[in-house]
């Protein structure tokens, strides 16, 4: 009998376990339905929102005043002596002949840095081989000739 009693124990801690547990993703699952329908009502905003916005564009293109093709032909021809005065004034050429001068002038900065690094290691080098020189000059000639 008391075998039974634990084996119903452990079978009611099974079941308490198993209930736990389908608790925690019915939770779960409560929690992802909330979301979906949070991302549902701000998807309906969206639409709404764009709708709100097409209509309105909508009744702006339908009060469109027609085009006066005097001025528009006016626009086109200001258009086209701002495009000449370009071409004839050669802007393009003179844009590309500065940016050709500015890569020059890059490349001769980058030359002199790397001339003044070198200048300086050897600056260094020398300095080095000052350091190592005797501050006088021990080789004494003798004052007597034999």
């Not at 376990?17 to 991302?39: I, L, P, W």
């Not at 086209?80 to 844009?95: E, G, H, S």
């Not at 590309?96 to 300086?120: C, G, M, P, W």
């Amino acid at each position: 009998m008391l075998q039974q009693l634990e084996d119903a124990e452990k079978e009611l801690k099974r079941k308490q376990e198993s209930a736990d547990q389908d608790m925690m993703m019915a939770g779960m699952a409560s929690q992802a339905a909330q979301e979906a329908e949070d991302n549902a009502r701000k998807a309906k905003n969206s639409v709404n929102s764009l709708l709100s916005t097409i209509n309105d564009l909508l009744e702006k293109l339908g009060s469109v005043e027609p085009v006066d093709s005097s001025k528009l032909n006016d626009i086109e021809d200001t258009l086209n002596a701002a495009k000449k005065q370009m071409r004839d004034n050669d802007l393009d050429q003179k844009v590309s002949d500065l940016e050709k001068a500015a890569e020059k002038q890059a490349s001769a900065i980058s030359e002199y840095n790397r001339d003044i690094s070198t200048i300086r290691k050897d600056i260094a080098n020398l300095e080095d081989i000052k350091k190592t020189l005797p501050t006088g000059c021990f080789n004494t000639p003798s004052i007597e000739k034999p």
